[in-house]
């Protein structure tokens, strides 16, 4: 009989529910697309250390990098406002921006004025560690459980080819060690900064991550060259100028932007191959354009990280790493049923 009231269903608590949610496609990167930027990472980043030393050589590396950061942030906030994305102000977002900032100022300043001391291709040579350095820390911090006994020779291998290199890289004289100590320093705040992020898994735009951590880390660069040099240079040479708008417009905003979007959807270790690939083309962009001398030492170092990345790749195929833009299935239990319910109504 109707009484002319909506009727109420009742509730059972004591029925078990599975709720299955899988991420759309939309979502989750197409795989040439990732193929696509990981490769345009590998070509940002290995004509870099060249434009690194040449945006130095007029106005000093502290005005070079500060010029670079303030470029770049300038056409992110440009990109920003024409897709009107906006920056999330939330706890994990906040941690985000401060992990981002301290990758890009502490190991881009790092580089910078390691770039004085050492030919362009040693700070691509150098930064090769990170791979080891990212391994180990996600398998401490992130209970990643990527290291298999083949990974592990792999990273012996490399570790043996860059060892090969140092050699070579310390015959330029004592200043040589400084710039090795530097660019140590900057691959170790890139692998802690790459698992950082990763740990913190804030999934935001990746301009948006890349628009905060230039938010936070241009002032730093500001007042770092305040307080150490603060003069505007004298004459800036166009091989500098042209340098400093390349890192500022391509490198920074194109180049930072692809990688936190691959970060973002791969391993933090895959993503740290590329500083592995890296090296070798970046020893010869210089002997090419800027005639830095390549041995045969530096050769046989090229040579153990090329295998390195063969037998990394052929030990890891078989095995896939969770990702963050993986489809997640989450089930929600409901309490168990207790028999009749307080009304006393059967279910």
């Known amino acids: 009989m109707n009484t002319g009231w909506p009727m109420r269903r009742r509730s059972r608590p004591w029925r078990r529910r ?123 911090w992130l209970k990643d459980h990527g290291l298999t006994p083949g990974q592990l020779l792999a990273y012996g291998l490399g570790l043996g080819g860059l060892a090969v290199m140092f050699d070579s890289a310390l015959a330029f004289g004592p200043e040589a060690e400084l710039g090795i100590g530097g660019v140590l320093l900057a691959s170790f705040l890139q692998a802690l900064c790459s698992v950082w992020l990763k740990r913190i898994d804030a999934r935001i735009p990746t301009l948006s991550l890349l628009g905060g951590s230039l938010a936070l880390a241009v002032p730093a660069y500001l007042l770092t060259w305040a307080l150490a040099d603060g003069r505007w240079p004298e004459a800036l040479p166009w091989p500098s100028l042209l340098a400093i708008l390349y890192l500022g417009t391509v490198a920074t905003t194109i180049g930072f932007a692809l990688y936190f979007y691959i970060l973002k959807h791969l391993p933090a ?79």
């Not at 090229?302 to 969770?322: D, M, Q, S, V």
């Open 18 to 140: 599975w709720i299955v949610r899988v991420e759309t496609a939309s979502t989750t990167p197409s795989r040439p697309h990732l193929t696509a930027a990981y490769l345009s990472v590998i070509l940002l980043w290995s004509t870099t250390p060249l434009a690194i030393k040449w945006s130095g050589q007029g106005p000093g590396y502290l005005f070079g990098v500060t010029a670079r950061m303030g470029i770049g942030f300038l056409c992110v906030l440009l990109a920003a406002l024409v897709l009107r994305h906006r920056l999330p102000a939330h706890r994990k977002a906040l941690w985000a921006y401060a992990a981002g900032a301290t990758q890009i100022y502490g190991a881009m300043l790092a580089t910078y004025w390691s770039s004085q001391f050492i030919p362009s291709g040693w700070i691509s040579v150098v930064f090769g560690l990170t791979p080891l350095l990212t391994a180990l820390m996600a398998a401490l």
């Open 269 to 347: 270790t895959r993503v740290a191959l590329i500083t592995l690939m890296t090296p070798v083309l970046s020893l010869w962009v210089g002997h090419a354009i800027d005639g830095e001398p390549v041995g045969w030492r530096v050769m046989q170092g090229t040579g153990l990280i090329l295998c390195a990345l063969l037998l990394h790749e052929a030990t890891g195929r078989g095995r896939k790493a969770p990702s963050p833009a993986s489809a997640r299935i989450q089930r929600r239990k409901w309490p168990k049923k207790r028999g009749r319910n307080s009304r006393g109504s059967a279910p």
